[in-house]
């Protein structure tokens, strides 16, 4: 059994922005393995599937995002997985537009939702997929939480599919098989960003 788990913010005022990335790819897995993701439970909306034999849960805490690691604690802690088992994909600032990260543990970051998660759990020992919704030299509150221009919501929305891909794969293939495949390769400095690797 696998729980993957997106980080976001409930509420239509929040649903198109960066900071629900999380949200985003958890719908695209949604629609591949057919799950409903409608039910209210462990603080979250949850939905529960298969994929090649393996049991799939699909969570949606519905916290707010600072306190994303509650929910996480509840899920968790009711079905005792091993972390390795725990899927987590959010928003990061400090990765590119459309980039993609996957990791097998780590710390937080700058991301309050998933210092929360780390926190609440006890561990930062679990896999993560990280989607690049690029810096901003203003308000980072209106970066993640503003309306995003329409040139950005192309590659957005390609992100979360990869982001689903890359969730999947780490279930059929393992995840540092799912690395190889994913994970952007960094940029050269000519080219402009190469903090990817954060």
Request: net charge positive; charged share 25%; proline share 4%.
């Amino acid at each position: 059994m696998y729980i993957i788990a997106g980080l976001g913010n409930p509420g239509k005022k929040y649903e198109n922005t960066r900071h629900n990335m999380g949200f985003h790819a958890v719908d695209r897995i949604a629609e591949a393995l057919r799950i409903d993701v409608n039910r209210g439970r462990f603080q979250s909306l949850i939905g529960e599937g298969d994929l090649d034999g393996e049991k799939v849960i699909l969570c949606k805490p519905q916290t707010f995002m600072n306190l994303s690691g509650n929910a996480l604690r509840e899920i968790c802690s009711f079905y005792k997985l091993p972390m390795s088992h725990v899927i987590v994909i959010y928003d990061d600032i400090d990765l590119p537009l459309g980039h993609l990260r996957i990791r097998k543990a780590g710390g937080p970051g700058t991301h309050n939702g998933m210092r929360s998660v780390v926190q609440q759990l006890g561990t930062e020992d679990f896999p993560r997929i990280r989607i690049g919704v690029g810096g901003n030299k203003g308000s980072l509150v209106n970066h993640v939480i503003g309306a995003v221009p329409k040139e950005e919501r192309v590659r957005l929305e390609e992100a979360a599919q990869a982001a689903s891909d890359a969730a999947l794969d780490i279930i059929r293939l393992g995840a540092d098989r799912a690395m190889n495949l994913h994970n952007t390769k960094k940029e050269s400095r000519k080219n402009g960003e190469s903090k990817d690797e954060k």
